[in-house]
């Protein structure tokens, strides 16, 4: 029986990690994801039930991407517990592949049991997501690549979520390691999202300052990591 254990997570890894262009469109209740062309945070409100409110934060990004597949974790419904689920709003101001989310993977936290699909669009595409949901930025080089990102909360949950609001941040910066290390690293964490998001992924965004932080964003060739 041992024998066949290795082959069998050689095969789980395999269909796990191979990211595939995303073929249907994505429902918000099922996928917990959802495509708006020419988004804009309202219209992105508009499609929420009544009591959702924008949060008063926002985090644009220029130049590199986060290619780690990780959940927000600083406004997870399950790390709060909170009576109404929470989403990001990323609106795109550049074209191209945009990101990858595993669909339905805010069903199954802490682990994930589906496949990536990449999302692909125009300026102004936005992507609105469960913020339980797996997902990466793609892999990109491209300095002139630009991203918004919103948070989208109901009143009732408003207190859970105190510790972001106020934030308007920039960040602008480029990738500092390999392709190949990005590849691996972007793999290694789809495979093991328990880890990577509810240690990893809280330590590096609530210490910013600590020296182990400072390493463990070298390690990933990283400049920030946004909360």
């Known amino acids: 029986m041992l024998v066949w254990i290795a082959p069998m997570l050689v095969a789980y890894a395999a269909y796990t990690c191979f990211e595939q262009r995303l073929s249907r469109t994505l429902e918000l209740t099922q996928d917990g994801v959802h495509v708006l062309p020419g988004a804009n945070p309202e219209m992105a409100l508009a499609l929420l039930p009544e009591g959702y409110r924008l949060l008063d934060y926002r985090y644009t990004i220029r130049g590199c991407a986060l290619s780690t597949f990780h959940r927000d974790v600083t406004s997870s419904p399950y790390e709060f517990d909170t009576e ?4 990001t709003l990323i609106v795109y101001h550049s074209p191209g592949k945009l990101l990858s989310v595993v669909p339905g993977s805010h069903s199954t ?9 990449v999302i692909e669009g125009g300026c102004g595409t936005g992507v609105m997501f469960h913020c339980d949901v797996l997902h990466a930025g793609v892999m990109s080089r491209d300095p002139e690549r ?3 990102q919103y948070k989208l909360v109901h009143e009732d949950d ?4 105190q510790g972001l609001q106020g934030i308007d ?8 390691i ?9 793999k290694i964490s789809l495979l ?3 880890f990577f ?21 070298a390690l990933f060739g990283r400049a920030f990591y946004n909360r």
């Open 197 to 217: 998001n509810h240690v990893m992924t809280r330590f590096l965004q609530y210490h910013d300052g600590s020296r182990l932080n400072r390493l463990l964003l």
């Open 84 to 87: 109404h689920p929470v989403f």
């Open 109 to 117: 936290v802490p682990f994930v049991w589906g496949r990536p699909r």
């Open 192 to 194: 093991f999202p328990c």
């Open 146 to 148: 630009h991203a918004v």
């Open 169 to 176: 941040q920039e960040t602008k910066s480029q990738t500092a």
């Open 158 to 161: 408003l207190s859970h979520l």
């Open 178 to 186: 390999s392709r190949p290390y990005e590849y691996l690293s972007r």
